[in-house]
Every structure is written in C-alpha cells, then in structure tokens.
C-alpha cells in the first residue's frame, strides 16, 4: 500500500486528488451518457457529482491499492515488446486462426500470449522481456487446444525470437501449410486453460456489432487504467459492423480517453448506408499515443492491401483526434487514401492536469505523458502542416462549468486547449456547438452538420471526372518456397514531371490481379521485394485513362541485412508496439559513419550515401547506408557480424543469419550515447 495522509493536505497531494477527480469525472459522463442517463444530470443537486467524486478519490488515494496496481502495470508494460507478422494460409472450412508466442525452459511450454484471427493475416502478440517461440495452428473446434489432424506452422525450424523491453519485433511471418508437418508444440497442449464461450477475432477487418461485449463501459476504463491487461486480452483492432463493399465509402471512427465504440452511436445511425460503411478503431487509451497511431497504419495498412480501397474518411473524438493527427502526420505517404479528417472535441494544446499527473502522481498513466501542453508529443504534431490532400474540419462545444476558479471549458477539456491556434489555421471550418464534451457525440445538431460535409465531400468526389488506368502485375517467385512469400512493393516513377514516385503495396496473392487506378502518363515501373531481387526494374510503362496494361516480373532469392538505427531512450519513451526509429523524443537523431559486414569470404563497409532516387540503390542492389538505415546485397546463406559506427555513439555489434529468399524478423538497433 502507497500511505496518503489526508489531513494538511500538501500540494502534491491536491493535484494528484485533482488529477484524479477530473479523470473519473469524464468517465462518469461517458458512462451516464452512454447509458442514456445523462438527462438525469439535470435533478440532482448542482454538488452531487462533485461531492461524488471527492469521496470516491479520497478512498481511492487513502488505500493506495489502485495506484499500486497501476504501477506494477506500466512497469510490466515497459517490459515487454509486441511479435508482429503474418500468417499466409488456405482457410479450412471452420474454426479460427490461433496464434500464439511461448517460452521453452527445462522442457516446459509456457504461454506469453496468443490471439485469435478470423482468416490468414496479420497478428500482434504482446510479451515480456525473453526468447519466444512463434507458432499457429487452425483451431478447428475452437477449444484453445491443439489437437490432431489441425493444420499448423511455426516460425523457422523454430527459430527463437528475441523479444527486448520496449519497441517492436517486425516481419514475423510464416504459413500454416495445407499439409501440416510436424512442429515444435505437442499435439494436445492446452493454449490458455479458461477457454471463452467463443473465440473472437482480434484481426483487422472483423464483423461485429455495436452491442458486443468487448464494447462495454468497463472495458474502456481498464484500456486506460490497465492497457497492458487489456491490449492482452482485447488487443488493439479496427473493426467493421458490415462485410466489405467496395462501392462504399469507409469511416473510420477513433474514441476518446477511456471511451468504446459504443459511443459513435448516434453518428453511426445517421449514416447513409448505401454511401458509407462504418470502421471502428478500439485501442487502449492509457498508452503512449504514438505508439496507438503505429498500431492504426499497421491495422490500415493490411486492410489497404487487402481491400485497395482509395478513399477514407476519418472521424475522432478527443484524445483521438490526437492519435489521428499523429497518424496522418506520420504515415501520410503510406495512407493518400485518407480525403477528410473531422475531429470532435480535441485537446489540441493538450491538458495541464496530465502534466501535473506526470509531475506529482506516484504512479503515471503513460498517455498523460503525450498529453503535457508542452510535451514533445504534442510539438511534433504541428512540426508540419496537414496535408493539403485531406479535407480537416474541427468541431466543439462551449457548455461547461463557468467560475472564478476554473478556465471556460467543455465540462471536461478547456477550450482554449480545444480552440489551440495551430490546428484552427488549417481547418476548413471549425463548427461550436451548444454541447459539452460528451453531449457532442449525441446531438442532432452535430450529427446533421456532419452528415452535410461527409455528403458534400461525397458528392464533390463523384462530380470529378473519372479519370486514371490500371495495372496488371503478373509476378512470380524463381525459387523453391517453404513458408510464406515476400509482399512486393510496386514503385511507379513519373517520367513527364519531378514529383516523387507512386509507391504501392501488394500482397503475394495480387500477382494477376487489377491495382490502380494511378494517374494517366508516362512511368517507369519497379518492383522490390524482402530477400528477393526482381529480373528487372524502371521498366517504361504509359498509363492511359480507363485502360489496363500488363507487367511481368519474376523474383529471385536474394540474401540481404539491413536496418534501422536508432538512440536508446529512456525505459518510459520505449513504448511497446512501435519500431525504435519512430522513438520520441528525437532529441539525438543518428547520423550512420559507417557499416562493416563480414562473413561468408565477404568483407564489405559502406558509408554514407545520398542519392537523388532514394529508392535507386534498391533496384540496382547496391550496397549503402544514409542517414539511419543501412542495406547489403547479393549474400550467400551464412552468419554475418555487423559493426556500426555513428557520431556521439557507442560502437554496435550484431549478428545475423542469412537465408536467401527467406526475409527474417527485423527490429531496429538502439545505439547507446557516449557519456
């Protein structure tokens, strides 16, 4: 237990009594308001919530359990990193896709995690610190066992993975064959010994509805009070309430701090149907944002892939416009498909209560972190403007508490944080309504003005001429397969103009397929791929308006190392789920020497390089290092001693396995500062 004496309060105890009470009280407005009871607000006494919070906090705080709790969570979360990758799979004609991480000590299996996916995929497992195995298998019966006869893989033959404190572990990707060998788990073992009534989807793309029970108030407190427990237990997702229809433009909506889907409620039913389909994005809100923001391309990422749809609209409230933007900032290169971005109710210059919880709270909800008006978080959203291609429309509302002693507010967010000038001077309009911070997601008043600009943007759209051509892409692999295949990525520079090439991400099953449309004009097509070198690149292709022309390309194995380098951080801007390359704050960006691999009777340095074609030293397999990434090409199968050298830094140290063809899991290097 934590000792909080009450009496002569100090300070330092008032804030975080403050911090506290502010934070209970926005989720007490969510839950009445999604209970439909917020009406009632209005006969009770003026003091009720108040007086109804200041004891609930002083028990709180005079027990201490809960903030123990809370630390032994964040502490547990600054330890552990997430396994992602993909499972490539024919679906059988039941169950769901299991898969799961587990150690091996003295001949024991034991379990880190596992998730559930509908169909083959992406996945996401969250693990300690540790070495891990990687397998998956077809649950048929849907009983967490792994039973005879279901069809199963690993990763590797299996290779360990090496799971640091904080960060990521990328490119973990495997099949389950048609023909199931043997693997590392034994037939029989037990997943998880309390088995749900069902098993549930944790994939990107899953169909629900809004009533289901992972959408429950209570499961939006324990995402921000316990996000460890929940991202183990619900994950982070994007979900869909109808099957895909490409004719239908998706929405993606982002909830708030300690919020569900659930809330979208209203907005949701006031769609055009036959127009849009809604997309809901459900994350644990006391998490480092920037690493939810990762999370979200990851998830649209693989859905974009899938789907090639050309068009999104994204719509947040609060602390999810924050994510949002972060994502939008970060990936819009990766993400043209985003046209409109609406956010509600959004600390824009943050909240101050956040920063006297970091400052003053004994135990630190990590999101309170990217919430300090001055924090580096909230800096880098505004280090560049929105881009010109999405349409960014802001609203708010200004019924809140008004006394001497507060700033005017929205009942829970100030408005001059919600009113923050940076963002205002990019937003096509921004609308106040006569709604408070919860309210706004349930007015009529909103939800017609919404509509109206979700309409218009549609209709604009439409009107523009429909113009662009297609590609055909006929690609295949030279080479014997045993697992999955590589995702190429196709690049098409334009020939006529300057501007930067159309980069365009594929899975192994598109080869044959339509992608596009792109613009009409002259191009030159390239085609690159993990472990694999194409037999050709810039080859010319002209693009004309409604019309499909064919490319043909053939992939061949090809040993590769490369990597990110990063400065280490402190344990609390490590966040688990997000690559170190995309670590804040970035106060020591480093700036590559040079590189020396040998192994195999090679021996090779490369230092750095800038080319005009970021992308040209790929297509001709050139070895290269720039700025904090480095690349070898053309290895024999082998180990590999890697050292780095880097300004201000340390010397690196790393070895690596190559196995042509076969693209192995890559998480970034941290480098440590010299004193």
Not at 394 to 423: C, E, K, Q, V, Y
Request: charged fraction near 20%; glycine fraction near 8%.
């Amino acid at each position: 237990m934590v000792p909080v004496i009450i009496q002569g309060l100090n300070f330092t105890g008032f804030t975080i009594f403050t911090v506290y009470a502010n934070i209970f009280l926005q989720e007490l407005k969510m839950k009445l308001s999604n209970a439909n009871m917020w009406s009632l607000k209005a006969g009770l006494p003026q003091n009720f919530y108040k007086v109804g919070v200041a004891l609930l906090v002083i028990c709180f705080v005079a027990t201490g359990c809960a903030l123990v709790e809370l630390k032994e969570e964040v502490n547990e979360s600054l330890a552990s990193t997430v396994l992602v990758g993909q499972i490539a799979t024919a679906p059988p004609k039941s169950g769901a896709i299991v898969v799961a991480a587990y150690s091996l000590k003295e001949g024991k299996r034991k379990i880190a995690h596992y998730t559930v996916l509908h169909e083959s995929g992406d996945f996401e497992l969250m693990v300690p610190e540790g070495k891990y195995f990687v397998c998956a298998y077809w649950d048929l019966n849907s009983n967490l066992v792994y039973d005879a006869g279901e069809p199963a893989g690993q990763y590797g033959e299996p290779s360990l993975v090496a799971a640091p404190a904080g960060g990521a572990v990328l490119e973990i990707n495997f099949e389950i064959p048609a023909k199931s060998g043997a693997i590392d788990l034994p037939q029989g073992f037990e997943i998880s010994p309390g088995r749900p009534r069902r098993l549930v989807s944790r994939q990107a793309g899953a169909v629900v509805s809004l009533d289901d029970e992972r959408f429950a108030a209570e499961n939006g407190s324990r995402g921000f009070w316990r996000p460890l427990e929940f991202f183990k237990e619900i994950g982070g997702n994007i979900y869909f309430l109808e099957k895909y229809d490409p004719d239908k433009i998706p929405i993606l909506f982002i909830h708030g701090v300690a919020g569900t889907p659930t809330g979208w409620e209203c907005l949701i039913n006031s769609l055009h149907r036959e127009r849009f389909q809604p997309w809901l994005f459900y994350y644990p809100t006391g998490v480092r944002l920037k690493s939810m923001a990762y999370l979200l391309f990851w998830k649209l990422y693989n859905l974009q892939i899938k789907y090639k749809f050309d068009t999104l609209y994204v719509t947040a409230h609060s602390m999810g416009g924050l994510v949002a933007r972060s994502f939008i900032m970060d990936y819009g290169r990766f993400a043209p498909y985003v046209k409109l971005f609406i956010a509600l109710a959004t600390p824009w210059g943050g909240d101050q209560m956040a920063e006297y919880g970091v400052k003053q709270s004994p135990a630190v909800i990590p999101s309170w972190i990217d919430m300090q008006p001055e924090g580096e978080f909230l800096q880098s959203l505004y280090r560049h403007k929105m881009p010109d291609s999405v349409s960014f429309y802001m609203f708010s509302g200004h019924r809140g508490s008004r006394n001497p002693f507060t700033s005017n507010n929205d009942g829970t967010i100030t408005l001059a944080s919600i009113m923050d000038w940076r963002p205002q001077t990019e937003a096509k309009m921004n609308y106040v309504f006569n709604e408070d911070h919860t309210s706004i997601l349930d007015s009529q008043d909103v939800a017609e003005q919404y509509n109206t600009i979700i309409n218009a943007i549609t209709d604009g759209k439409q009107l523009k001429t429909d113009a662009g051509g297609y590609l055909k892409i006929n690609f295949t692999y030279d080479y014997p397969l045993d697992g999955s295949r590589p995702r190429p990525i196709l690049f098409l520079q334009p020939d006529d103009h300057g501007g930067p090439a159309i980069e365009t991400h594929l899975c192994p099953d598109d080869s044959g397929r339509r992608v596009g449309p792109f613009p009409a004009g002259k191009y030159t097509a390239s085609l690159m791929a993990a472990a694999a070198k194409a037999d050709r690149h810039h080859v010319p292709v002209s693009i004309v308006n409604n019309d499909t022309r064919d490319l043909i390309f053939t992939f061949r194995p090809d040993g590769m190392v490369y990597g990110h380098v990063a400065a280490r951080q402190g344990v609390e801007d490590r966040p688990a789920g997000m690559p170190a390359e995309q670590y804040l704050p970035n106060e020591r960006p480093v700036v590559i020497q040079e590189v020396t691999l040998k192994g195999a009777g090679i021996e090779s340095t490369v230092r750095p390089v800038e080319y005009s074609d970021p992308f040209h030293p790929f297509f001709l397999s050139l070895n290269f290092c720039s700025k904090n990434y480095f690349h070898f090409f053309g290895l024999p199968a082998g180990e590999y001693e890697v050292e780095i050298h880097a300004k201000g830094f340390k010397p690196y140290n790393k070895t690596y396995v190559v196995e042509p063809g076969r693209p192995a899991a890559l998480k970034a290097i941290e480098l440590v500062p010299l004193p």
